[in-house]
């Protein structure tokens, strides 16, 4: 659905990847996995014999993480874990790592990414813009500032992506992919879905699969039908970091 809304037609982790020469990645860990999106993306650019290793911190990402390896043909593995400051594997570990819409969840760990990283190793970063979802806000009656969704973007976001990298490795290169997502009105309930999607990060102390509370849901149908459009702003950067800093 993302898709189908996105002005950008360009797949972002297509783009992410662009370029890249995994040849030489064998070991690959991809912090904050999810249902392995980036994996699959990642996969038919790897050498057959690369092993991934999906982490999250939620159990029930294993199955769908370690299907899509699995449908294009690569081995991986797959370890819940709640990544914080640290992680428990030895220096050089890894030729490629990747945090794909993660690392603002565990800013902390980018000095651990430099000493699991080999020195000819590869960090590759996908994050947001901090003036993402802005229409999302409005459409919903909701005030960013102060919401947890703004605080989490801060903590890792295009706009200071490159510096808190640039302290842990030499070479830090950023490729941005502007984009939002229209939404007609034709395409209420896909805009409804979308806030249900965004809803943990919306409003504190929602469950993750907890509904839109009411209010909310008529502010977005008065506002679509109002408008007749609802813009989301959806700008990323990607991150290429190399040559790891590592004592
Ligand atoms: C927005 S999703 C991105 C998933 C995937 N990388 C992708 O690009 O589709 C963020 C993921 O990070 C995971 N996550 C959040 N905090 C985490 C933590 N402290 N440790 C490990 N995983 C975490 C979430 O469970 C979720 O699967």
Known sequence: MVRQRSTNTADVREVALAGLDLAAARRVLDLGCGFGFLAEALAPRLPATTRVLGVDVWAS????????????????????????????????????????????FFPDIIPEVARVLSPEGIFLVITHSEHSFRGLFHAAGLDAEGSRLRALLGHFSAENGEQKLAAWFEDVRRVDYKNELRFERAHLDELLAYVRFKVPLLFPGARADGPVPPAQAEHVRATLSRRGTVIIEKDDAIFHCRRPRCP
Request: proline content about 7%.
């Open 61 to 104: 990402n294993r199955e769908p993480f370690l299907s899509r390896l699995a449908c294009r043909h690569r081995t991986g593995a797959f370890e819940c874990l709640e990544v914080q400051r640290q992680v428990p594997w030895p220096r050089r570990s890894f030729d490629l790592v990747t945090c794909s819409y993660s690392l603002y």
